[in-house]
Nanobody, 122 residues
């Protein structure tokens, strides 16, 4: 497994932008598909975005398509989530996760970060 640590969360006004980072330990980062999920209070953890091992393919939830961009730098063992045009419905704890295959379901991801809070004020 790989250890993951997210950073970049915080409070932002509606319409603003944030970039999340997720740093991975170990030398096997490039073997993993990486994903971002989010969980709002009282709700289940939802898929946000995923990226293939080499970064050539990306996948998004409909709710964030066109506003969020996932990317990775395998030389830095880091995956990013650029979030633009944020709205209050994006408020949640955001988690990065690692899987051995592309999936939109959290059960397929074997390693998780601790999460970082994003709060979007109206």
């Amino acid at each position: 497994q790989v250890q993951l640590v997210e950073s970049g969360g915080g409070l932002v006004q509606a319409g603003g932008s944030l970039r999340l980072s997720c740093a991975a330990s170990g030398r096997t980062f490039s073997r993993y598909v990486m994903g971002w999920f989010r969980q709002a209070p009282g709700k289940k953890r939802d898929f946000v975005a995923a990226i293939s091992r080499g970064g050539a393919s990306t996948y998004y939830a409909d709710s964030v398509k066109g506003r969020f961009t996932i990317s990775r730098d395998n030389a830095k063992n880091t995956v990013y989530l650029q979030m633009n045009s944020l709205n209050p419905e994006d408020t949640a704890v955001y988690y990065c996760a690692a899987a051995t295959a592309v999936s939109h379901t959290s059960e397929q991801y074997e390693s998780w970060g601790q999460g970082t809070q994003i709060t979007v004020s109206s």
